[in-house]
């Protein structure tokens, strides 16, 4: 029987995860590139949302979220066969959970566009989204939500910190590394073109990722609640961390960096959320603004890795890093929901690594394919002269701005 207050309630949440991507994520984006490839990142991300929608549809869903396999799912739910209209998941209908989840699906290959912008073909884009989307994303959900192994192991990912932020960061890295750094990095990249617009992206993603955090209780209730605060305040503190990091640093502090302490802080306690109290959010935020914002110069710097926007430090390390710690937060003397019976830190830090690792090989594995295929077929990088002129008209024949 529908619950109309469950229903109602992840109706709100479904529109408020796409509003992350659209036009959160993209807005976001959008600010942190240089002015002459602004269209180029909206409609890379425009684009993704339609592709994967339609993706999840088709046959992505089914493979997340059917039959009994270990490692994926069937084919039974292909364009939705068998749902009906009074079909239920839970306690509403599963339309909607389709929904609800299809705006995952859309959010986790967006976020991968902030590795490769200013420099990859549209047709790479999208042929990319689409089969990482079927290869890569579905399975791993599946493997964590939807009964697979990492399920039955009992790996604690509440909201994605496994299946969409490790995903997509190790993808990213992956992607980049294979693209190569943007033409004169890292000497002659300028700073984002406009960090109002990187802020309003921000906040947009903040409101949006309660939706994605306490929407993932599936419920109207105590779960969704607490879900809703820790997501607040691990948002608040990583966003204060990463601006006295810079403050002490630079002598200034950033609003791009106060809103991508944001960012961090919502990706860290992304897995955690729905079985840590307010102590293991403000614990999970000072952890993701830390260890976050020391990847970001560990990526570029070190490996000396292009990942354009930092998906992989923000997104890959923040979802790795909650995803640990919810093992140790998770005891009621932070305020956490407790371990099951019988299972000890120890016990349960192992099936966090191992879910974190597994998900890690496969990644790299099936994006380097992946890559390979799109290479054959759309090309993958842009000719130097495009890249140097903008994409926002070599690549689509419009401009941002007129200036």
Same mark, same amino acid.
């Given at each position: 029987?529908?619950?109309?207050?469950?229903?109602?309630?992840? @109706?709100?949440?479904?529109? @408020?995860?796409?509003?992350?991507?659209m036009?959160?994520?993209?807005?976001?984006?959008?600010?942190?590139?240089?002015?002459?490839?602004? @269209?180029?990142?909206?409609?890379?991300?425009?684009?993704?949302?339609?592709?994967?929608?339609?993706?999840?549809?088709?046959?992505?869903?089914?493979?997340?979220?059917?039959?009994?396999?270990?490692?994926?799912?069937?084919?039974?739910?292909?364009?939705?066969?068998?749902?009906?209209?009074?079909?239920?998941?839970?306690?509403?209908?599963?339309?909607?959970?389709?929904?609800?989840?299809?705006?995952?699906?859309?959010?986790?290959?967006?976020?991968?566009v902030?590795?490769?912008?200013?420099?990859?073909?549209?047709?790479?884009?999208?042929?990319?989204?689409? @089969?990482?989307l079927?290869?890569?994303?579905?399975?791993?959900?599946?493997?964590?939500?939807?009964?697979?192994?990492?399920?039955?192991?009992?790996?604690?990912?509440?909201?994605?910190?496994?299946?969409?932020?490790?995903?997509?960061g190790?993808?990213?890295?992956?992607?980049?590394?294979?693209?190569?750094?943007?033409?004169?990095?890292?000497?002659q990249?300028?700073?984002?073109?406009?960090?109002?617009?990187?802020?309003?992206?921000?906040?947009?993603?903040?409101?949006?990722?309660?939706?994605?955090?306490?929407?993932?209780?599936?419920?109207?209730?105590?779960?969704?609640?607490?879900a809703?605060?820790?997501?607040?305040?691990?948002?608040?503190?990583?966003?204060?961390?990463?601006?006295?990091?810079?403050?002490?640093?630079?002598?200034?502090?950033?609003?791009?960096?106060?809103?991508?302490?944001?960012?961090?802080?919502?990706?860290?306690?992304?897995?955690?959320?729905?079985?840590?109290?307010?102590?293991?959010?403000?614990?999970?935020?000072?952890?993701?603004?830390?260890?976050?914002?020391?990847?970001?110069?560990?990526?570029?710097?070190?490996?000396?890795?292009?990942?354009?926007?930092?998906?992989?430090?923000?997104?890959?390390?923040?979802?790795?890093?909650?995803?640990?710690?919810?093992?140790?937060?998770?005891?009621?003397?932070?305020?956490?929901?407790g371990?099951?019976?019988?299972?000890?830190v120890?016990?349960?830090?192992?099936?966090?690594?191992?879910?974190?690792?597994?998900?890690?090989?496969?990644?790299?594995?099936?994006?380097?394919?992946?890559?390979?295929?799109?290479?054959?077929?759309t090309?993958?990088?842009?000719?130097n002269?495009?890249?140097?002129?903008?994409?926002?008209?070599?690549?689509?024949?419009?401009?941002?701005?007129?200036?």
């Amino acid at each position: 029987m529908v619950n109309a207050g469950d229903t109602s309630w992840i @109706l709100t949440a479904t529109a @408020l995860v796409l509003f992350m991507t659209m036009p959160g994520l993209a807005l976001f984006y959008a600010g942190l590139v240089r002015s002459k490839n602004i @269209l180029s990142v909206l409609m890379h991300c425009a684009a993704i949302c339609c592709l994967a929608s339609i993706t999840w549809l088709a046959v992505a869903y089914s493979l997340a979220f059917s039959g009994d396999g270990a490692y994926v799912g069937d084919l039974s739910k292909l364009f939705l066969a068998g749902v009906t209209r009074d079909a239920m998941s839970g306690s509403i209908p599963e339309s909607l959970f389709f929904s609800f989840q299809m705006t995952f699906a859309i959010i986790t290959p967006a976020l991968i566009v902030g590795a490769y912008v200013e420099r990859i073909k549209f047709g790479a884009v999208l042929l990319i989204s689409a @089969l990482w989307l079927i290869f890569v994303y579905a399975p791993v959900c599946h493997w964590v939500w939807g009964g697979g192994w990492l399920s039955a192991m009992g790996v604690y990912d509440f909201a994605g910190g496994i299946v969409v932020h490790v995903t997509a960061g190790v993808s990213a890295l992956v992607i980049a590394k294979m693209l190569g750094s943007r033409s004169g990095y890292p000497d002659q990249v300028q700073p984002p073109h406009a960090p109002w617009m990187v802020m309003v992206g921000a906040c947009m993603l903040w409101v949006g990722w309660f939706g994605f955090n306490a929407g993932s209780a599936l419920t109207a209730g105590t779960d969704a609640s607490m879900a809703l605060l820790v997501t607040h305040i691990s948002a608040a503190t990583a966003s204060l961390v990463w601006l006295i990091i810079e403050w002490l640093r630079f002598g200034k502090p950033s609003l791009v960096g106060l809103v991508t302490g944001t960012i961090a802080g919502l990706a860290t306690i992304t897995p955690a959320s729905g079985f840590v109290g307010p102590m293991g959010g403000f614990i999970l935020g000072i952890a993701g603004g830390f260890v976050c914002y020391y990847c970001v110069d560990l990526v570029k710097v070190k490996f000396n890795i292009d990942d354009s926007l930092d998906v992989f430090a923000v997104h890959g390390v923040g979802g790795a890093t909650g995803t640990l710690l919810v093992a140790v937060l998770i005891s009621p003397t932070f305020g956490g929901v407790g371990l099951g019976d019988g299972v000890t830190v120890i016990d349960q830090l192992g099936v966090q690594a191992t879910g974190i690792l597994a998900t890690l090989v496969w990644c790299i594995i099936a994006t380097v394919i992946i890559v390979n295929i799109a290479r054959v077929i759309t090309g993958f990088r842009v000719e130097n002269e495009d890249e140097v002129e903008g994409l926002d008209y070599k690549a689509h024949g419009e401009t941002g701005y007129k200036l």
